[in-house]
């Protein structure tokens, strides 16, 4: 398959509105935009996932939104499946998917391909997180370490997403994490890669321009209702905080305040702790970005839009210079 382009970033740095820019353009043709975000594939989650709106959305094909129900699961290799079989029907249609979003491991599993892994209960996944919320991840870390010393030895004691799955595998097979990639790659098992990706990375180099832009959104959510979401969204019969939806930042805390907890009890309070949540995860992010090579890296603060639209088309081979060096 032809090189897609792929627009990546930590919260609130932007992503979005650049995509729309460069759908407006042209520059591409006409674009559609394929979402690689694991909060937006949710129903009824859309003031706290800062989902596009129906106007944008009527305006410029979104894909990969509103997938499934927020108790419902979705897997990394759900999601690739699923961002195959959009970019295929785009490409069709002689028009230029665009990947945009903010879950590296999203973007790791597009870009490098997923081993063939086996999946696991939502129970196990409720019994690891209560754990977690009672210990800690460094204990769990050290659980790991315990039955799959060469998966615990790569990933750091606050790696809650990857810690969970190692244990999740482990506790409902017996086998390490590390074993059953070592079999999927012997066997040649497997999703392969989604397609070569020429890949823009938004990253600010002011941290305070960013957590001001993501402590502005969150204010901005509360205003729009989205404690009135979450309050819909606890009525739902069987969905619960153990969740991966309500695991969301943002939705977590919310949840949290509607439960009286302590320290979350008063909206204000509740707001901080998201706003504090929010800013770890973009940490967590711009992490991840650091770890990639082979991507090109703009300061979505000092660059204009037209100067990112203008990088994106060097990225696809449809500019001969570029305004950003």
Not at 279 to 293: D, E, I, V
Request: proline content about 5%; overall charge positive; aromatic content about 4%.
């Amino acid at each position: 398959m032809s090189p897609l382009l792929c627009i990546l970033g930590p919260t609130a740095s932007g992503k979005s509105g650049l995509a729309m820019a460069l759908a407006r353009s042209e520059q591409l043709g006409t674009v559609e935009i394929v979402s690689i975000d694991s909060a937006l594939v949710y129903t009824g989650m859309d003031i706290g996932t800062a989902k596009p709106s129906k106007a944008d959305r009527d305006q410029v094909a979104h894909h990969l939104i509103d997938l499934c129900a927020p108790e419902a699961a979705h897997s990394v290799a759900d999601h690739l499946k699923a961002a195959r079989s959009a970019v295929e029907g785009i490409a069709s249609r002689g028009h230029t998917p665009l990947l945009v979003g903010g879950t590296m491991l999203y973007f790791k599993a597009l870009r490098d391909g997923i081993d063939d892994l086996p999946t696991c209960r939502p129970q196990t996944r409720a019994r690891i997180a209560d754990d977690a919320r009672r210990l800690g991840w460094p204990a769990l870390h050290a659980r790991l370490t315990e039955h799959d010393p060469a998966t615990a030895a790569r990933l750091s004691v606050h790696d809650a997403q990857r810690i969970a799955r190692a244990l999740e595998v482990y506790e409902e097979t017996g086998q390490a994490l590390s074993a059953w990639i070592a079999l999927s790659r012997q066997r040649g098992t497997g999703l392969p890669p989604i397609a070569p990706l020429r890949t823009l990375a938004l990253e600010p180099v002011d941290r305070r321009w960013l957590h001001d832009r993501i402590a502005q959104r969150l204010h901005d959510m509360m205003q729009g209702g989205f404690l009135d979401e979450v309050r819909a969204l606890r009525q739902r019969e069987g969905l619960s905080a153990q969740h991966p939806s309500m695991r969301a930042v943002g939705y977590r805390q919310a949840w949290a305040h509607l439960d009286g907890a302590a320290g979350f009890e008063a909206p204000e309070a509740c707001l901080q702790k998201a706003i504090e949540a929010t800013r770890q995860l973009a940490k967590r992010q711009m992490t991840w970005l650091r770890s990639f090579g082979d991507i090109r890296r703009v300061d979505p603060q000092t660059a204009t839009v037209d100067q990112l639209i203008t990088v994106c088309a060097e990225l696809m081979g449809r500019a001969k210079t570029s305004p950003i060096r």
